[in-house]
């Protein structure tokens, strides 16, 4: 059985900034790839940034590039998203996923993603 489980998430103010976690395990995973959804009130779940493990080519969406940055600790198994410069649009559940096969890069499509996490909260006032 394999886990993701976030960390991470809170209220702050708009240009602050947080950072999420992710830790997954499992006896069966094997990390290709992790990647950050999010889902705004009101909206559908959307791609926000995603990481290959071996060589850690990453990916964003416009709508955060230059502001957040994906990172991996391989040793833990565990994916970062740093998000800098927080806007009240970024205010959303924020889940991580992974996949259990190699991914088709931009790795933005949520079928690639076979594992989930239960989501955090990140809330940005303004």
């Known amino acids: 059985q394999v886990q993701l489980v976030e960390s991470g998430g809170g209220l702050v103010q708009a240009g602050d900034s947080l950072r999420l976690s992710c830790a997954a395990s499992?006896?069966?995973?094997?990390?290709?790839?992790m990647g950050w959804f999010r889902r705004a009130p009101g909206k559908e779940r959307e791609f926000v940034a995603a990481i290959r493990w071996s060589g850690g080519t990453t990916y964003y969406a416009d709508s955060v590039k230059g502001r957040f940055t994906i990172s991996r600790d391989n040793a833990k198994n565990t994916v970062y998203l740093q998000m800098n410069s927080l806007k009240p649009e970024d205010t959303a559940v924020y889940y991580c996923?992974?996949?259990?096969?190699?991914?088709?890069?931009?790795?933005?499509?949520?079928?690639?993603?076979?594992?989930w996490g239960q989501g955090t909260q990140v809330t940005v006032s303004s």
């Open positions: 499992g006896r069966t995973f094997k990390n290709y790839g």
């Open positions: 996923a992974a996949p259990n096969k190699f991914p088709i890069a931009p790795m933005t499509g949520e079928s690639q993603y076979d594992y």
